[in-house]
């Protein structure tokens, strides 16, 4: 059976799957590559439109710090925005 990509994200997002990884992110725990990881899995939902941008920042909003890492690694992969988190970072 076929599922298209966006059904695929859809579901992983209806079953938790961002809060899933965000609590990966927070456990001091964890390995390193698993949190890395965790961030480039962020990375392709966050890069699949607006809506699951805004997912991302509304299903745990008290994890600031996962934020930041995001925010970061976006800011990382795309030259056109590198600096505009850090003078932007005290109205985060």
Do not use: P, W
């Not at 938790?16 to 609590?23: D, F, K, M, R, W």
């Amino acid at each position: 059976m076929f599922v298209d990509s966006q059904t695929y994200l859809r579901e992983f997002v209806e079953v938790g799957g961002v809060q899933t990884l965000l609590q990966l992110i927070a456990v001091k725990q964890a390995k390193e590559l698993d949190k890395a990881e965790a961030l480039n899995v962020l990375y392709s939902v966050a890069d699949s439109g607006r809506k699951y941008k805004e997912h991302i920042c509304e299903c745990y909003g008290s994890t600031q710090q996962c934020c930041r890492c995001l925010l970061l690694l976006l800011e990382h992969r795309h030259y056109c925005y590198q600096g505009s988190y850090r003078s932007r970072k005290g109205r985060v």
